[in-house]
């Protein structure tokens, strides 16, 4: 049970910024985290970040550090990804899915949203 | 980052036949290992958790097995809507999580 459901495809300029929100229902949203994956075109998946929508606590992969913001409104059950300095090979399906709430329940992602595309041209 | 890799990368079936699809892990992971069903156009659904373990909703045909570094995926008894692309993904506890690089099922 439960929707995750994310805004709509857009298109940004390369060193621009993009938002991508996914709003969460039908299920407890403190109860479980969120993680973002993506899905770059003819490539595979790519675990990007994890968020405790409970407590905000966060977790990225290493090369996305320092790009990628993770927040949550738990007013809206609603998690929000940012990423900024947009590049080309940023252009992708990107995921939210629902996840575990920490280290020894999460990576196990039993529900998907039905993806925003980003791309990123000039 | 733990590596996973699939074999095949795609196969032809026919209805009613059983097919195996293995994933192979770049180091140990015990059974932190889920599999992912995804249609065109589709998001990936989860089938499988923690290696073997089938998710609820999940028609019986769809199994597995593993441990370790080596774990396979059977779907006995091919229906039409299993034609799809099946992903693992490995969850063990250092991030990040990883994913195979998916094989399709095609009908022959």
């Known amino acids: 049970q439960g929707q995750l459901v994310q805004s709509g495809s857009v298109v940004q300029k390369p060193g621009a910024s993009v938002k991508v929100s996914c709003k969460a229902s039908?299920?407890?949203?403190?109860?479980?985290?969120v993680s973002w994956v993506r899905q770059a075109p003819g490539q595979g998946f790519e675990w990007m970040a994890w968020?405790?929508?409970?407590?905000?606590?966060?977790n990225f992969a290493q090369k996305l550090q320092g790009r990628v913001t993770l927040t949550t409104d738990t007013s809206t059950n609603t998690v929000y990804m940012e990423m900024r300095s947009l590049r080309s090979d940023d252009t992708a399906l990107y995921f939210c899915?629902?996840?575990?709430?920490?280290?020894?329940?999460?990576?196990?992602?039993?529900?998907w949203g039905q993806g925003t595309l980003v791309t990123v041209s000039s | 980052d733990i590596q996973l890799t699939q074999s095949p990368s795609s196969l032809y079936a026919s209805v009613g036949d059983r097919v195996t699809i293995t994933c192979r892990a770049g180091?140990?992971?015990?059974?932190?290992l889920n599999w992912y069903q995804q249609r065109p156009g589709k998001p990936p659904t989860l089938l499988i958790s923690?290696?073997?373990r089938l998710r609820s909703g999940v028609p019986s045909r769809f199994s597995a097995t593993g441990s370790g570094t080596e774990f396979t995926l059977t779907i006995s008894g091919l229906q039409r809507e299993d034609f799809a692309t099946y992903f693992c993904?490995?969850?063990?506890?250092?991030?990040?999580?990883?994913f195979g690089p998916g094989t399709t099922v095609y009908v022959k």
């Open positions: 923690a290696a073997s």
């Open positions: 039908g299920y407890s949203f403190t109860s479980y985290g």
């Open positions: 993904q490995q969850s063990y506890t250092s991030l990040p999580f990883t």
């Open positions: 180091q140990t992971i015990s059974t932190y």
């Open positions: 899915v629902r996840d575990g709430v920490g280290a020894t329940t999460w990576g196990v992602f039993d529900l």
């Open positions: 968020i405790n929508t409970e407590n905000s606590n966060r």
